[in-house]
Antibody
Framework: EVQLVQSGAEVKKPGESLKISCKGF????????IGWVRQMPGKGLEWMGI????????RYSPSFQGQVTISADKSITTAYLQWSSLKASDTAMYYC????????????WGQGTLVTVSS | DIQMTQSPSSLSASVGDRVTITCRAS??????LNWYQQKPGKAPKLLIY???SLQSGVPSRFSGSGSGTDFTLTISSLQPEDFATYYC?????????FGQGTKLEIK
């Protein structure tokens, strides 16, 4: 069974850096693209970007390009979402999910990582 | 970017009702449209992909239709577990944008 397990909740101050993770189980790391979705408090879903761990090909939403870095380590079936300088507006739940490149949907989802940025 | 607009934003209905949620794209997306269900505090769940294909394990009371710019999600007979927020998503071109969501509440 495919499972995605995300790292735990984080509380950070503005300006700090952060890297959260998403580890996959039950599949080969080159079988799926992995995507990241943001959900700000009380708001809807936002497509951030996707990565193919096999060769690290990455596609970003223009809204998130330059604001975050998506990376992956195929040897440990893990994807990452990284910020170099957090802002209060980065406070949100972040979900990773497997992405079907043929049909464009997210089918298996992680449990979410809550990131809180506050001074 | 393609903009996705859902209507209504919220909806009150009763168990047993037939409910339809619509999703409109700002340009043609062929049949590249997915639907998700999200319950409070949980990750979204894929219900329907490519307009009308039911994801494995999803009850048959859920169905999807449409093409081009206009799409619908229909729940034929609402069950208590269906009260949730529903999102459409286009996967025609990146970024694969979502609609703003439709919150389905108990009347």
């Amino acid at each position: 069974e495919v499972q995605l397990v995300q790292s735990g909740a984080e509380v950070k101050k503005p300006g700090e850096s952060l890297k959260i993770s998403c580890k996959g189980f039950g599949y080969s790391s080159v079988s799926y693209w992995i995507g990241w979705v943001r959900q700000m408090p009380g708001k809807g879903l936002e497509w951030m970007g996707i990565i193919y761990p096999g060769d690290s090909e990455t596609r970003y939403s223009p809204s998130f390009q330059g604001q975050v870095t998506i990376s992956a380590d195929k040897s440990i079936t893990t994807a990452y979402l990284q910020w170099s300088s957090l802002k209060a507006s980065d406070t949100a739940m972040y979900y990773c999910a497997t992405y079907s490149s043929s049909s464009g949907f997210f089918d298996y989802w992680g449990q979410g990582t809550l990131v809180t940025v506050s001074s | 970017d393609i903009q996705m607009t859902q209507s209504p934003s919220s909806l009150s209905a009763s168990v047993g009702d037939r409910v339809t949620i619509t999703c409109r794209a700002s340009q043609s997306i062929s049949s590249y449209l997915n639907w998700y269900q999200q319950k409070p505090g949980k990750a979204p769940k894929l219900l329907i992909y490519t307009t009308s294909s039911l994801q494995s394990g999803v009850p048959s009371r859920f169905s999807g239709s449409g093409s081009g710019t206009d799409f619908t999600l229909t729940i034929s007979s609402l069950q208590p577990e269906d009260f949730a927020t529903y999102y459409c998503q286009q996967c025609y071109s990146t970024p694969h944008s979502f609609g703003q969501g439709t919150k389905l509440e108990i009347k």
